[in-house]
């Protein structure tokens, strides 16, 4: 059975960091590239930070420089350290494979506001 839970998330001050974390089960996880999505208000889901299975990391424009992707394939777990927080990158978080998508877990809420 598929299951993605994904915590850390709260309410954090502009140029504040939070680290999400997510455990994943029911996939093949150490060779899948594992991806964390968010969704703002409104909008539709994203794509934000990849890691692939040889540790290789991509990131979107909007969060290169400031978010972290990391994995620990022993524990079965993807992480994304965000530093330097701004307003826009409240949203919802999630994690889920990069490829062949398996069902989304509830995510976590990342709010940045003063």
């Known amino acids: 059975q598929v299951q993605l839970v994904e915590s850390g998330g709260g309410l954090v001050q502009p140029g504040g960091s939070l680290r999400l974390s997510c455990a994943a089960s029911?996939?093949?996880?150490?060779?899948?590239?594992m991806g964390w999505y968010r969704q703002p208000p409104g909008k539709q889901r994203q794509l934000v930070a990849t890691i692939r299975s040889d540790g290789s990391t991509s990131y979107a424009d909007s969060v290169k420089g400031r978010f972290t992707i990391s994995r620990d394939n022993a524990k079965n777990m993807v992480y994304l350290q965000m530093n330097s927080l701004k307003p826009e990158d409240t949203a919802v978080y999630y994690c889920?494979?990069?490829?062949?998508?398996?069902?989304w877990g509830q995510g976590t809420q990342v709010t940045v506001s003063s």
């Open positions: 029911g996939i093949m996880f150490s060779i899948s590239t």
């Open positions: 889920n494979k990069k490829y062949n998508i398996v069902s």
